[in-house]
Structure formats: structure tokens, C-alpha cells
């Protein structure tokens, strides 16, 4: 659609050739290559040490509270191309830290393009290759995977603000840690609760098992055999329930059971079994029965081949 020329919208070639002249000017403002040497430096050192954590360019670091007057920080940032918190960082692995990053992702996109070997996946070769630049820019080199620009050196001074967010995060660990030994301790206190009912009933309904009602043993016998899961159940440490067959019974089992569910499926078995005057099995590793269940299977599968022989 062709708009009339009294459309505001309009616009002839040579404002739009004007209009993308204008945009590629502003594109190349922030290109490497068209900074100065300080500039690049800067803009090259915080690219490296963003490399150390992350081989995305477009992530924020820690950095030192000078970085926010820095001239060369203050120069870029009005270009558009580097900026530093307003205060402290609060809710990161680093708090208490001013933080810089690039404006936007395509100024990492750049950097990666125009020194690729300063993002490397080695760092010994990311800062090689850096101090010779550094010499380029500035005639001197940095030690190390130290860096010119001081305020990407750590450890990193804190501000009254910084030391107070610290402050704040220490004390929420504290109450944290406070709270989590709180419930340990309650968690242990239920789990020491359970495992005494537990055995309490154990004692009680093993010693009833040696003399129960003679129709009652006869019932619950009667029952099991019915529903095809003969006496005496044990109970697995993984929450199963096995039959004398070393069958599971899939309509009693809990996965994983803490204290109180293992509780409850010790009563439900011990009940039966002395109901039916049979002592319980001792809580039994799934581990072993699986290994005893594979074991006879594989006793069952050579009794029939050699049967079938």
C-alpha cells in the first residue's frame, strides 16, 4: 500500500535511505573496532571475565563500586553499550555487588565476532591472548587472570549498602538454619515416637500369635488362601509387602514410606499374620528379596529344561 504524501507516515527515498543511514550510524557507535583504546579495553576485559562464568555474553558479574565513575563505564553507558546497577545486587549467588553487563545481547554478539580468541573455552589462552592486547591499547599487560580495569578484580570492596544487603542475607540464613534444625529435631522426635509404637506392637501381637482363637486362625487363614496371598507377609524396607511366596501384594504398599506410613503397614501385617498365629518376618531389604526372587527363578527355569530334556 502506497500512503498519500500528506500521511504522516510517509516517507520519500531519501528519508528512508536518511532514516537507514542513521540506524547503521548509531549500530557501528558501539562496534570495537570504532571505540577507543580505553573503551575497548573495558569493554574487552568485562567480556572475558563474563566468559569465566558463562559462555553466553549477555549475562550481568560482580564487579567493584568504582566501576559506576569510571570515565571510560561512564563514556559507554551513554552510548548505549555497557551499564552498572543503580545499587547493590540483593538476590544473586554475588550479593552485595554492584553488577555490569552490555545493554543488550547483539554488543556480546559483536565482541565474540571481534575477538574471538578472548572467548575461548580455555582461560589460560583467554588471557594470553588478552595481555596482548592489552598491550596494543595501552602499551602494559596485567599478571595472570588479573585484570587492567581494577574494579573486575576481586575480592570486590563493599559499599555501607552492599555490607548491609550481606548483613541481611546472613541473618535470613540464620533463621533458615534455625528452622531447618527445628524440623530435624521434630522429625526425629516422630520418627523415634513411631519406631517405639512399632515395636511395642510387634511384642504385643507376636506373643498374642502364639495362642490365638482357634476360628479366628482358622478365618484368617481360610481368607489369605482365597485371595491367593499365603501367610506369614513381610514388609520390604521400600514399602512392598510380600506374601510367603515372595509375591507382592500391589494393593498393600506404600512407596517409600516415612516413620508413620511404615507404621501403618506394620500393623496391617503383623495383625494378619498373628491373627493367623504366625510370628512376623523382621523388615526385609528389597534388595535381597529381589536377588532371592531372580535366584529362584532361575532355579525354577533349569528345573524345566532339564525336564523338558
Known amino acids: 500500500m502506497i500512503l498519500p504524501r500528506d500521511d504522516p507516515k510517509h516517507l520519500s527515498v531519501r528519508d528512508a535511505r536518511q532514516k537507514l543511514a542513521n540506524k547503521d550510524a548509531k549500530d557501528a557507535a558501539w562496534r570495537p573496532g570504532n571505540l577507543s583504546p580505553e573503551e575497548q579495553l573495558v569493554i574487552a576485559e568485562v567480556a572475558v571475565a563474563m566468559r569465566k562464568h558463562s559462555s553466553y555474553l549477555g549475562s550481568s558479574i560482580a564487579v567493584g563500586p568504582s566501576a559506576r565513575t569510571d570515565p571510560a563505564v561512564v563514556s559507554l553507558a551513554e552510548a548505549g553499550i555497557l551499564k552498572v546497577s543503580e545499587e547493590p545486587a540483593k538476590w544473586t549467588n554475588e550479593p552485595g555487588h554492584y553488577r555490569v553487563s552490555f545493554l543488550n545481547w547483539t554488543i556480546g554478539d559483536a565482541c565474540r565476532n571481534a575477538w574471538a580468541d578472548l572467548v575461548v573455552d580455555d582461560e589460560a589462552k583467554r588471557h594470553a591472548s588478552l595481555h596482548l592486547r592489552q598491550k596494543d591499547w595501552v602499551g602494559s599487560s596485567s599478571e ?26 546472613a541473618r535470613e540464613q540464620e533463621v533458615s538454619a534455625q528452622l ?7 522429625q526425629a522426635e516422630v520418627a523415634a515416637r513411631a519406631a517405639a509404637i512399632r515395636q511395642r506392637h510387634l511384642e504385643a501381637l507376636n506373643a498374642a500369635a502364639a495362642a490365638p482363637p482357634q476360628d479366628l486362625k482358622a478365618a484368617t487363614v481360610e481368607a489369605t488362601a482365597a485371595i491367593e496371598k499365603p501367610l506369614p507377609w513381610t514388609l520390604l524396607d521400600n514399602g512392598e509387602v510380600i506374601d510367603a511366596n515372595g509375591d507382592q501384594l500391589p494393593d498393600l504398599q506404600v512407596w517409600n514410606p516415612d516413620d508413620l506410613e511404615t507404621t501403618f503397614l506394620q500393623v496391617v501385617v503383623v495383625a494378619v499374620n498373628s491373627a493367623a498365629g504366625l510370628p512376623t518376618p523382621p523388615i526385609k ?9 531372580e535366584a529362584r527363578h532361575e532355579t525354577e527355569a533349569e528345573t524345566d529344561r532339564d525336564e523338558a530334556a
Not at 587472570?145 to 542475607?169: C, H, K, M, S, V
Not at 531447618?180 to 521434630?186: D, K, L, S
Not at 531389604?285 to 526372587?293: G, I, K
Open 144 to 169: 595472570g587472570t588479573a585484570y587492567l580495569t581494577a574494579w573486575l578484580n576481586a575480592p570486590f570492596d563493599l559499599t555501607p549498602e552492599g555490607q548491609a544487603i550481606l548483613d541481611e542475607r
Open 180 to 186: 531447618a534444625a527445628a524440623r530435624a529435631a521434630e
Open 285 to 293: 531389604s528389597a534388595e535381597a528379596h529381589q536377588a532371592e526372587m
